[in-house]
């Protein structure tokens, strides 16, 4: 199954700033999916990145606060602009695993990010 | 606008007992997942469910859907406490490439 590695792991930043989260797959995707996880809560999806193209925002979020790079098929970037203690999340990437298809998707070991 | 609900959020049973969670879905779907989560970890996959009626098992879980119920269930038997974890489902919506996860049943299992 696909390896994801996903960095940093955790982070804790001032607010106003802002946080670049990376992550590189062992095999080519088409597309890479970003989460994010509020203390206690379920996932929600922020983005879908494709190669090529600008990444298709879900509603509520948007391409300022949450800029997306995708610059070939084992990469990707989520940055959280001007971040406020709101944002203090999980955020995860995904892909659909496609060598193993039946078994999901694989996501990413995580960005505990926490906003002071 | 597809929404997963699921129940029970909490749940705290005794090793040895079963029990099931539940996974509603408001809309056609053609995939389901399940998938667990531990503490401060990410999430690992358990289960894909493909068609009406379709049953996967792996060790005490067990899980199933009724598509036309917009249903799914995971079932746990004789629980122990390395089942512990946060479980959710996701799903996704007829002809997409996007899935939505269910709210997530946080289990504890009691030695």
């Known amino acids: 199954s696909a390896v994801i590695s996903q960095k940093p792991s955790r982070d804790i930043c001032q607010r106003g700033t802002s946080l670049t989260i990376q992550c590189q797959v062992d095999s080519q995707v088409t597309m890479m999916f970003w989460y994010r996880q509020q203390p206690g809560q379920s996932l929600t999806l922020i983005a879908t990145?494709?190669?090529?193209?600008?990444?298709?925002?879900e509603s509520g979020f948007v391409i300022d606060k949450f800029p997306i790079s995708r610059p070939n098929l084992t990469f990707s970037t989520l940055t959280v602009s001007n971040m406020s203690p709101e944002d203090s999340s999980i955020y995860l990437c995904s892909v659909e695993d496609r060598g193993r298809t039946n078994y999901g998707y694989t996501f990413g070991s995580g960005t505990r990010l926490t906003v002071v | 606008e597809l929404k997963v609900e699921q129940n029970p959020l909490f749940l705290s049973m005794q090793e040895g007992k079963n029990y099931t969670i539940y996974c509603n879905y408001s809309t056609t779907s053609d995939r389901l997942y399940w998938y667990r989560q531990d503490p401060g970890k990410s999430l690992e996959s358990l289960f894909v469910?493909?068609?009406?009626?379709a049953v996967k098992q792996e060790g005490r879980l067990m899980a199933s859907l009724d598509t036309k119920a917009r249903l799914s269930t995971l079932h746990i038997t004789a629980a122990v406490h390395d089942l512990s974890a946060t479980y959710f489902c996701a799903v996704c919506t007829s002809g997409t490439y996007k899935y939505i996860f269910g709210t997530g049943t946080r289990l504890k299992v009691l030695a």
């Open positions: 469910l493909l068609s009406n009626g």
């Open positions: 990145a494709n190669q090529g193209s600008e990444a298709t925002y």
